[in-house]
């Protein structure tokens, strides 16, 4: 089991930056995935970034590419994802999510355990 918890939310004029953070306890974390998805009102949820917790590779969607940055502390067992030049697009929940991973890796597909989610408001 992994438990996670999010904070950092909150508004924000469009062009700005926001970080997120997401606390993760439980399982040891060396052989872990951890992602950000997001959900807008009224559409499916979408994978934004994603990062193994060993080997620290990131992935990106192309929508964020550029302007995101996932990053993970691994003395506080927190994964970060840095926000800049938001979009008033990027107004969404955010959650955070984790998955044990062994061999072939897909950072968007489904994730065993979730965060509560938090909101993020990118105004005009």
């Known amino acids: 089991q992994v438990q996670l918890v ?20 439980g399982r040891p974390l060396s052989s872990v995935a951890m992602a950000w998805f997001r ?5 499916e ?10 080997r620290g590779d990131t992935y990106y969607a192309d929508s964020v590419k ?3 940055t996932i990053s993970r502390d691994n003395a506080k067992n927190t994964v970060y994802l840095q926000m800049n030049s ?13 998955k044990g991973y062994s061999g ?3 950072p968007s597909s489904p994730y065993d355990y979730w965060g509560q ?4 408001t990118v105004s005009s």
């Open 39 to 43: 959900q807008a009102p009224g559409k």
């Open 6 to 25: 999010e904070s950092g939310g909150g508004l924000v004029q469009a062009g700005g930056s926001l970080r997120l953070s997401c606390a993760a306890s």
């Open 86 to 98: 938001l979009k008033v697009e990027d107004t969404a929940i955010y959650y955070c999510a984790a």
């Open 117 to 120: 989610g938090t909101q993020i």
């Open 104 to 106: 072939t890796f897909s």
């Open 66 to 68: 550029g302007r995101f």
């Open 45 to 54: 949820r979408e994978f934004v970034a994603a990062t193994k917790w060993g």
